[in-house]
């Protein structure tokens, strides 16, 4: 039987570093990562939508899920995206992630193409029949276009012995409810958004991949630990702390706020952002930087 939560329960999405010139810090990040590790995180996802995974190249992601691997050294999962809406794009960046030694795959429902349920669990299907790795399913309607239904999920983790979580980002309480009543007992689901994180716990969620933990794992790891142990009362006031926290870093497209706030709030320069993502405008900065400070992210 998997181990549930399988990753742990506070999954770093975590930024990728640049240098000034644009070209990759994976040294850099690395180093992050590790550090991520003794401030909250019990696994880290690298190239994932805040790691601006999509202006990658090939060579780039075997470069950085190399180094990251290496520095954490098995002190924590390291999870790397390899999800495309090309189903044999997703092939070859599985085999790159078993070549470097990855604990597991996050792998995004297809975007732009918009298949139908058949569709969505043929291209997991074929995925998850052509790796030995884990595979976390990662379901995100606002950023692809379609919703992976729960009765798809279900299947697939029914079919599929490796397809053993999803990242739910659909934003739906109900949604990720009828997800625990479908799933197998031994699915992880993690909440895909930290400011829902209380209530997917309270439907079934075990764990949640982060944006916020970036600059702030401690209290999201307090907070579910604290609802885990029965103390829901202290959750709902950690809650509280977070939830502001968590909205400051969506008030601009992510990664554009959590990366900003990493160079600010932590040891490390996250150095410039890729094309087509850019820097906040001065007016969209005043105001980003208000809510960090409200909501005490900002001293």
């Known amino acids: ?18 240098h000034e010139d644009g070209y990759l810090n994976a040294d850099g990040t690395a180093e992050f990562a590790s550090w991520l590790l003794d401030h909250g995180s019990d696994a880290i996802l690298v190239s994932g939508t805040s790691g601006e995974a999509p202006t990658m190249t090939y060579a780039e992601k075997e470069e950085l899920f190399t180094k990251v691997i290496a520095k954490v050294n098995g002190r924590g999962p390291v999870i790397v995206g390899t999800g495309s809406n090309n189903t044999a794009d997703v092939l070859e960046m599985n085999k790159l992630a078993e070549k470097v030694g990855a604990d597991g795959v996050l792998v995004v429902g297809p975007y732009y193409n918009k298949p139908s349920q058949e569709g969505f669990y043929r ?25 992976i239904q729960p009765a798809t999920i279900a299947r697939l983790a029914r079919d599929c012995k490796n397809i053993v979580a999803i990242k739910e980002a659909a934003g739906n309480v109900a949604q990720t409810a009828e997800l625990y009543r479908l799933v197998p007992e031994d699915f992880s689901i993690y909440s895909g958004d930290d400011g829902l ?13 982060s944006v916020l933990s970036n600059v702030n794992g401690q209290l999201l790891q307090d907070l579910m630990q604290s609802y885990e142990r029965g103390d829901v009362q202290r959750a709902r006031d950690l809650n509280k702390i977070m939830v502001p926290q968590a909205r400051s870093m969506f008030l601009v497209s992510n990664p554009i706020p959590i990366k900003e706030a990493v160079t600010k709030m932590t040891p490390f320069d996250a150095g410039v952002y890729r094309l087509p993502l850019c820097p906040m405008t001065d007016e969209e900065r005043e105001k980003v930087t208000r809510a960090w400070k409200e909501s005490g992210l900002l001293k």
Request: charged share 10%.
């Open 197 to 209: 994180i209380l209530p997917f716990m309270s439907v079934g969620a075990v764990g949640l991949i």
């Open 123 to 147: 291209h997991f299907k074929t995925i998850a029949d052509q790796t030995r790795l884990p595979i976390v399913i990662y379901n995100v309607p606002g950023r692809t276009g379609s919703n």
């Open 1 to 18: 039987m998997n181990k549930k939560p399988y990753f742990g329960r506070l999954i770093t999405a975590m930024v990728t570093f640049f």
